[in-house]
């Protein structure tokens, strides 16, 4: 760890029906608990994902926190509407790190995720960036190494930013 981070940035999951997963409330209260303890402001980035849904899922997160905890930080959500998948959401925080002036960013997201895929999104986004970042993964079920698993080899079929990625989305109904 490089010190007191300047920001908590926390990887989300897409809510079904607007209510956040299991996993999902793990890791943001994981989150909101850092970013408290070290009085540093949360960051949540994912656009539009849910169906039926006019908030962001970062926005969802948001008041799911504001609603289950006190109102004592700051939670900057992103920006970007159509940000739907991991790399689009490193990206999108990178950008409002670099545009807040954020050099030290502490990575809150489930041990599956950050290992398996966020992880090599962070180092190959943030090459060439004054940034220094940290992870904290969150134990969860086993069950999430085999999603994740699956997740990264959908991947090369199906790569960040591709036409393909964005059709399997929409036949899904990850709104975008």
Known sequence: MFGKPDVVMVHTFCPKKSII?????????????????????LLMTVGK????ESRKECEVYRDFLFMTR???IKIITGEDSN?????????EALRLCQKLSFKKILIVGLHS????????FWKKSSCKQNIEFDFVFV??????YFW???MLILEIPFPPRSWRRDLIFNLVGRKG
């Not at 134990?139 to 999430?144: A, F, L, S």
Request: charged share 30%; hydrophobic share 30%; net charge positive.
């Open 49 to 52: 994902t849910v169906q039926n």
């Open 113 to 120: 995720h950050i290992s398996l895929r966020a992880k090599k």
């Open 70 to 72: 006190d109102r004592s």
């Open 148 to 150: 994740e698993l699956l």
């Open 139 to 144: 134990k969860g079920p086993i069950k999430y």
């Open 21 to 41: 997963p299991p996993r999902g409330r793990l890791v943001a209260d994981t989150g909101y608990n850092l970013a408290k303890r070290f009085n540093v402001p």
């Open 83 to 91: 940000i739907r998948d991991t790399f689009m959401e490193t990206s």
